[in-house]
């Protein structure tokens, strides 16, 4: 258990920055569209977005 618990923040950022080459293609994405592609946890898509947000590194722009 020690082992998961140290390799998390790895997988974390790897994640992160996974959904951030997404990004960088230029497409508008939803959540969805970022747990399908990468396959991950639609919650666990929407935590890391929310963290990127508050980093600055992700603009989030809402429904017209």
């Not at 959904?19 to 508008?28: A, E, H, V």
């Not at 977005?49 to 429904?63: K, T």
Request: net charge negative.
């Amino acid at each position: 258990s020690c082992r998961t618990e140290r390799s998390l923040p790895t997988l974390t950022r790897k994640a992160k920055q996974e959904i951030l080459d997404l990004f960088r293609q230029g497409k508008p994405l939803f959540y969805l569209d970022i747990a399908q592609a990468l396959r991950l946890d639609l919650d666990i898509v929407v935590e890391l977005c929310e963290e990127l947000i508050a980093e600055g590194q992700v603009v989030e722009y809402g429904n017209p």
